[in-house]
């Protein structure tokens, strides 16, 4: 019999791809980690990872063990919450992965009254600003936004945040505020380095190409950029609002954003077959209508 136990420790390895990294980041002796593959190998009668002096890789028959490996786990934790979703009282640990931006000026400032109202819930919170495979990254719900297009996940639309055109008074004092799409030539526009789709402002009407002087990963440093006066660009309301009312940023061309378009969707996923534990369904009915994603 497979022991639970073995297969966390190979996941560990494998997602980590060195026992030395899965012994600090697991908290477990590499020793451990060690023996716990050897006896998998064992009972499997096949290598798992190939070893050299400077590289440890997975086999073939280790890849696709490592998918029912996952499965497995995952089908135990789902009948683990199957069972706490019948106890009075929500108990257990929600993982929950956003965008930097989203957990920081949406999620944060409800969770005080969260924890107040479910003490026995166990938040982890990750930030990721590019799409999780949740199983690999051990995710229970995910807030994305933007189209979903893997087909085994279920969604719950949690609203429609409207992209606005922004930038500082300061910039634009010292550069002109451009009166229609055709003037941002003369502008220094701030877009993404490591996602081109966001920078598709989805103008209503033909325009040239955008050419971006600055690029950043993160939104929020793009959003810190364009405070501090280095240009315009475009962002989320639900990030930028509290800026829009203190005049820290200030709207321009708000007219030219084709709404609603694919950037501007919010939705939680999680895996269908979840049935929605009750820990999940209590957390996004709790922040649904508490979000500030439109004016």
Known sequence: MIKTED?????????????????????????????????????????????????????????????????????????????QAHQTEPVGKLRIDAAFAFISHQ??????????????VELELTTNDRVVDLLDNKVDVAIRIGDLKDSTLHARAL??????????????????????????????????????????????????????????????????????????????????HQELAEGSLVEILPNAIQHPNRRESIQAVYYKQSALASRISLFLDFIQDKLTLAP
């Not at 999620?107 to 026995?120: G, H, Q, S």
Request: aromatic content about 8%.
């Open 7 to 83: 297969l966390l420790a190979f996941l560990a390895v494998a997602e980590s791809e060195s026992f030395s990294k899965a012994s600090v980041k697991e908290g477990i002796q590499i020793a451990t980690l060690s023996r716990a593959i050897a006896r998998l190998e064992k009972q499997l009668e096949t290598t798992l990872f190939n070893r050299t002096t400077r590289k440890l890789v997975m086999t073939e028959e280790g890849v696709v063990f490592k998918g029912y490996a996952q499965q497995a786990l995952n089908t135990l934790e789902l009948g683990q919450q199957h069972l």
């Open 107 to 120: 999620l944060v400032p409800l969770l005080p009254e969260f924890r107040k109202r479910y003490p026995k």
């Open 159 to 240: 609203g429609q945040s409207p992209l606005v055109v922004v930038a500082s008074p300061d910039y634009l004092h010292a550069n002109g505020t451009p009166q229609d799409i055709n003037q941002l030539s003369d502008h220094t526009l701030i877009g993404f380095s490591q996602a081109s789709h966001l920078n598709n402002w989805h103008f209503k009407t033909t325009h040239p190409p955008l050419s971006f002087g600055l690029h950043a990963s993160s939104g929020e440093i793009i959003k810190q950029l364009c405070v501090n006066g280095m240009g315009v660009t475009t962002l989320s309301y639900y990030m930028i």
